[in-house]
Every structure is written in C-alpha cells, then in structure tokens.
C-alpha cells in the first residue's frame, strides 16, 4: 500500500502543478472600418467591417497578468467615439471601460503585478498608465521606436522589461510572449496554456481578422511584409506544436463565439 501512495503522489502533484488558473476575455473596444482594403491589399476595396478589440486577463499562481490595455477608457465618454482622420481607418468606441470590467471581476489595478502590449499603436496602449507600478514587457526593437513627433511611446518612469525575442513569462512555460515583429518593429504575441481548455496564441495583431490569417495578406501599413509573413509562420508552428487555438484579436465573428467576462475560461 505504501508503494502504491508513493507512486501515486509524483503524478497527483505533478497534475496539480499550479500556473494558469483563469483567463478573462475583456471587451476593450468596439468599432467600424472604413475600408478594410488597407487591411487586405488589393482584396475588399471599399469594404466596411465591423471591428473589436480585445483584452486578456490572466491569473496565475504568482499574481495577475494584462496583455494589452485597449482603446482609452475616456472614449466611453464620447457620443461619436474616436474619429479617425482617415476615413478608411476604425472609428472606435468604448461600451465598456476597463476599470468598470475590473470591478465586476473584483480585481484593483494595483493587483496587476505585470503585464504587456502587443505593440504601441493607440489601440492597445490606451490604458497602460491605469497601472503605473505593474512590470511591462516590451520588445526593446518597440520601445525605442519613435512615437509621433519623436515622442516616447511611454513614460519612463513606468517599470519596464525590454525584451529581445520570446520570454516565459512566471517561468513554467504557460504565459510566453512570442516575438512577432512586422505589423510594428517589435509587435509580440502570446502563448497561454490553460488546464482545461489548452493552449491559445492570441495574435495582437500579428493577423487582423480570419480571412488575412487564411490567405496570409498583409496589410499596406505594416513596418514589414517580410517580418509580417515570417510571424505568421511562427504562429502556425506553435499552433501545430501545442495544438493551440489562435484568437485573432479584432476579429468580431471570434469574438462573438467566445465567453466574455465575468465569464472566464479555465
């Protein structure tokens, strides 16, 4: 009986083995595009779509962990959301803010320990000062990109790990931010590896929506098609390897297929 326990107790503890515990999918942003042929060159001229944005919270057995902040808070407040000057471009809204989803879950800002973008556009970094003392992770090649008017793309004083290249996240190979560059000079997308669901890649926007991500297409605005194209085979080698999901970030029909919070996935 004794052999019998002492077999059994490496492979209960090994099953019990803590990491990911929950991941909440937050709505960070709502909005139309004008013409998503900037988007797919060549291919939907003239087309509308609608768009979301998407926010990850994870909880891990060493502490809470953010990938991306989404659309500023602010917007909630404007009738007419956030017109671009492009027409062509996304007019956002915000129905939603993300400290109103973080009180609902019943997490402060100052729970959030760590966290990451996956790249500077305005999109995905509209709420990063909610959490002014939480470790970022960020491609240095991201950091050091000059933001508009040669700007900083954030404060300096904001605690931050430059990064080049992937990164295990808490250590134990479930949160693990993958370089992706091409979309940005430092874009990164993140591998999750949940008990029950398994393993997610969400995309940061290595892949706008389904249709790109099916045919490859790269969007006209991209810092580099050859990095852009060189990502998505990085992504389509880790979905094979861990026999992952792939959430596309702004894709709406996904999205909508997926259990938002308060709602959680385990």
Known sequence: MLLVAAAAGPARAQSEKPGVEKLYILNCGEGVAGDI???SPGVNEGKSMDFVDNCYLIKH???WFLWDTGIPDAVASMPDGLVPSDPKAVIWRRPKTLAAQFDQIGVKPSDIKAMAVSHTHPDHIGNVE????????????EYDWPGANNQPRFKAEHPVTKLDGDRDVFGDGNVVILSTPG??????????KLPKTGAVVLSGDAVHFR???DNRR?????????QTTASMQKIAETL???KAQLWINHDKAQR????MAPAFYE
């Open 256 to 259: 909508d297929s997926l259990k």
């Open 218 to 226: 790269v969007p006209s605005m991209n810092a580099s098609k050859e």
């Open 183 to 192: 979309h940005t000079p430092g874009h990164q997308s993140l591998l999750v």
């Open 130 to 141: 909610m959490f002014p003392t939480a470790m970022l992770y960020v491609q240095k090649a």
């Open 61 to 63: 057995a060493q502490g």
């Open 37 to 39: 042929s900037r988007w």
């Open 211 to 213: 249709d790109n991500w």
């Open 240 to 242: 094979t390897k861990e």
